[in-house]
């Protein structure tokens, strides 16, 4: 019933930025939290970023200071703006959602595909 949609993923040479998009989408009534994982290739899926309801937002020490994390709530999208890139951040990003369909429903952790960021050196 909830999709998560990622996009803005692509090639950027080292000291580039890209963001990163995450629409989503089917029955909501809030979001409780958002959050940006990576898994880059031979390592385990890591935290990038995450967001409060309240807004409050944490990053990993790798990103911190170059990512940042942003949400729309008219359009249920939350954003990675990713500046001075380097080629540790190439990996696979994932987006995910804890959502709550139905006032005084469940709520429920989504995630997104993933759309792949690679950056050249």
């Known amino acids: 019933q909830v999709q998560l949609v990622e996009s803005g993923g692509g090639l950027v040479q080292a000291g580039g930025s890209l963001r990163l998009s995450c629409a989503t989408s089917g029955t909501i009534f809030s979001i409780s939290a958002s959050g940006w994982y990576r898994q880059a290739p031979g390592k385990q899926r890591e935290l990038v970023a995450t967001?409060?309801?309240?807004?409050?937002?944490n990053y990993a020490d790798s990103v911190n200071g170059r990512f940042t994390i942003s949400r729309d709530n008219a359009k249920n999208t939350v954003y990675l703006q990713m500046n001075s890139l380097k080629p540790e951040d190439t990996a696979v990003y994932y987006c995910n959602a804890v959502v709550w369909a139905t006032p005084g429903g469940s709520v429920r952790t989504y995630w997104g595909q993933g759309t792949q960021v690679t950056v050249s050196s």
């Open positions: 967001m409060t309801s309240g807004g409050n937002s």
